[in-house]
Every structure is written in structure tokens, then in C-alpha cells.
């Protein structure tokens, strides 16, 4: 076992670094960018299908269904075709509206998800077209799909997801890049643009971890004994706000909490004090202004920031307690750069107080019963 965690102390630090080549992995020979084109086999064929549905709904289970949200922002802003987003615990249960005009997307880092299985199927039964999004290569998912795209993270051993994730989150931008260009939404100058950016991703990635573990994993000891951890974004980085709240409770058991920024004025707000500490998603992007108010309103109740910010960021910066930089990038590709040091804050989090990192404690890596 030593051998296979290549001399990290878990699996989940092993993966969490792993990230710049899985990403990578993930979009090789799917982006051309010399030849401007995304290739990609499992939605080659099914262009017309995707342009023409009604709507888009994603089902998926934890992690893999913030995933999905992310998904929803980007399909939605660079196709235009209407994304809904489903627990697949709850899908399956509620007689949902689909149709055979609609494509249904199942996300899954294994594939083997029961609840996501039991969901598609219903969706197969209405007569949509389902697509998989799986990392597991052949596992049952992706063999009762009418199409799909593998993530080709290679094997995540850690039950809390990580390189799954981002890979999903790549995969994502592919498909909506590539529907979006099909459909006529995104000139040839902005999805240039954007198969540019996501094709550095994973460069990126490798700066963040190189700039941001030692500090994160400094700071993690003032967190260490936290009962409570707010986790705050917008936009894009609202999911990546829930994803990063969700690694913490799974392995350190500290109760955690995502929310959109906004919506912090309609409770979280009750619960802020000196003893709060609250990760703040807050790429200089999209309504960054509107971040900079949030974190007003939490200095002014004496909470602990930990702003995750653009490099060269002032405004946030000079009102955090501690401020984690990240690269520029397009905003839809900032949540993947964000959950990198999240993940390490839950990561070194967890170890400072002992827990079982690689399997804590009431979780599987895959729930193949409801
Ligand atoms: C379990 C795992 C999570 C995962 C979820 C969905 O809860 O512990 O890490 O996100 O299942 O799994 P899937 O394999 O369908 O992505």
C-alpha cells in the first residue's frame, strides 16, 4: 500500500496532487486547440440530439452532483439549452417530467452509484436520451447509457472525491464548449478563447498547488479545533462553496456548511461570531463586488475569513484573516482552481485531528445500495 500512495501519507494527498496530470489526462486528445476543435467521440454523434432538447437534467450523488451544478452554469451560459439539477435519491422518487425529447446526464465517479442507476433507468423508461459521465471505465452506468464521455481520472482510492471532481468539472466545460459552438451561441473567437484557458488548467492547477500547500497546511492548525465552518461563493463558485464544505465534514467531522453569498443574509448571518470561520470563494470575477460587501458584513461580526482571491487581489485581501491566491482565469474554470486548496484545508484539517482520512468513518466510496 506504501507503494501505491507513491510516498504521500494518504491517498487523498497522493490525488489531490494528482490533479494537474488527471485533468490533463481528462482532455487529452478532446482539445485541438491548433486545430480549434474539441473532439469528443461520445458527443460527436449526438450533437443535433443535445441542441434539440427540451431540457437537460443532471443526476447525480454527492460530491458528483455539485459537480452537476457546475454543470448546469455552464451548459446553460454557453448552450442556452434549460439545465435542471437532481439529487438522484430524489429524481427517481417523484414521478419527474421527462420525455423523449429530453437528454438526461448522469454523473458518477464509479458508476455503480444505486440511487443514480435507479434514476436513469426510470429516464431510459420515459424515453430520453441518457448520457454518462463516469470514471469507472465499464462500470454498470456507463454500460446501460445510450452515450458518454469517461473523466479518465484513473482510479480514486480516497472515499472523498477530489481528482474525480475536477475531472468531472472538466469533462463539463468540454460538453457545454462544444454545444456551444455547435449551436451557434459561441463565436469561434470566444470558444478559441476558452479551449486556450481550459486547455492551461492543468498548468494552472500545478502553480496552485506549488503556491498554496504550505500555507494552507499552516493555517489549518488555527482550524484544527473549529466545531463550525461556513463556506461562501457566487455564481460558479457557489457549488465549488458546497463541494468545499462537503470535504470537510467528510473526513474531519467538523460541521460544515455551503450557501451562495448572498443568501448568508437569510440565516448563516445569525450564526457568525468570533468563533466562525468562513472560507469566501472570491475570484475578482462576475459580482466581485457583491463578495466584497459579504465579507464586510462578516468582518463587522468578528468572523475568521479565509478568502480564496484572484493573485493580486486588495480589496478582499486586506480585510481576510488569511488569504489564499489562486491564477486569473475564466471565471466558469475558477471553481477547479478554488477546490484545490479547499481540498487541502480539509485534507490537513482532518490529519491534525487524526481522523481516517482515506475512509472516515460511515462512508463507502460507492453506495451500491438506496
Ligand atoms: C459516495 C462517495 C462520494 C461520492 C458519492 C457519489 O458518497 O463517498 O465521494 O461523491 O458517493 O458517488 P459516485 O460514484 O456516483 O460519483
Request: with cysteine; proline share 4%.
Amino acid at each position: 500500500e506504501q507503494i501505491e500512495k507513491g510516498g504521500y501519507e494518504h491517498f487523498m494527498l497522493k490525488e489531490i496532487f494528482e490533479q494537474p496530470k488527471s485533468i490533463h489526462d481528462t482532455m487529452r486528445g478532446r482539445i485541438l486547440v491548433d486545430e480549434g476543435i474539441i473532439k469528443m467521440a461520445g458527443i460527436w454523434d449526438h450533437l443535433e440530439r443535445f441542441k434539440n432538447a427540451h431540457k437537460i437534467t443532471i443526476i447525480a450523488c454527492g460530491t458528483s452532483w455539485h459537480a452537476g451544478l457546475i454543470g448546469e452554469y455552464l451548459i446553460e451560459e454557453f448552450a442556452r439549452i434549460p439545465v435542471e439539477v437532481e439529487y438522484a435519491s430524489e429524481f427517481r422518487y417523484r414521478n419527474p417530467i421527462i420525455s423523449d425529447k429530453d437528454v438526461v446526464i448522469a454523473i458518477s465517479q464509479s458508476g455503480e452509484t444505486a440511487d443514480t442507476m435507479a434514476a436513469l433507468k426510470l429516464a431510459k423508461e420515459k424515453g430520453a436520451f441518457i448520457y454518462g459521465i463516469c470514471n469507472v471505465v465499464d462500470s454498470s452506468i456507463a454500460r446501460i447509457t445510450d452515450a458518454g464521455s469517461y473523466t479518465h481520472a484513473g482510479p480514486e482510492i480516497g472515499v472523498a472525491s477530489t481528482k474525480a471532481f475536477t475531472a468531472q468539472l472538466t469533462i463539463l466545460s468540454l460538453i457545454a464548449i462544444k454545444l456551444g459552438h455547435h449551436n451557434g451561441n459561441l463565436s469561434k473567437q470566444d470558444f478559441m478563447k476558452l479551449i486556450t484557458e481550459l486547455d492551461n488548467i492543468p498548468n494552472k492547477v500545478e502553480e496552485v498547488l506549488a503556491s498554496t500547500h504550505d500555507y494552507v497546511k499552516e493555517i489549518s492548525k488555527q482550524y484544527a479545533d473549529a466545531t463550525n465552518f461556513l463556506y461562501l461563493g457566487r455564481g460558479y463558485n457557489y457549488p465549488a462553496a458546497l463541494e468545499g464544505a462537503l470535504k470537510l465534514k467528510e473526513i474531519s467531522y467538523i460541521h460544515a456548511e455551503g450557501y451562495p453569498a448572498a443568501e448568508m443574509k437569510h440565516g448563516p448571518i445569525a450564526l457568525i461570531d468570533e468563533n466562525m470561520p468562513i472560507v469566501i470563494i472570491a475570484p475578482k470575477k462576475g459580482h466581485y463586488d457583491k463578495i466584497v460587501s459579504n465579507v464586510q458584513e462578516i468582518k463587522a461580526r468578528k468572523g475568521k475569513v479565509i478568502a480564496v482571491v484572484t493573485r493580486g487581489d486588495e480589496q478582499v485581501a486586506s480585510m481576510a484573516d488569511h488569504v489564499i491566491e489562486i491564477p486569473d482565469s475564466e471565471e466558469c474554470f475558477s471553481p477547479i482552481l478554488a477546490s484545490v486548496p479547499l481540498q487541502l484545508l480539509a485534507y490537513y484539517i482532518a490529519v491534525l485531528r487524526g481522523a481516517n482520512v482515506d475512509q472516515p468513518r460511515n462512508l463507502a466510496k460507492s453506495v451500491t445500495v438506496e
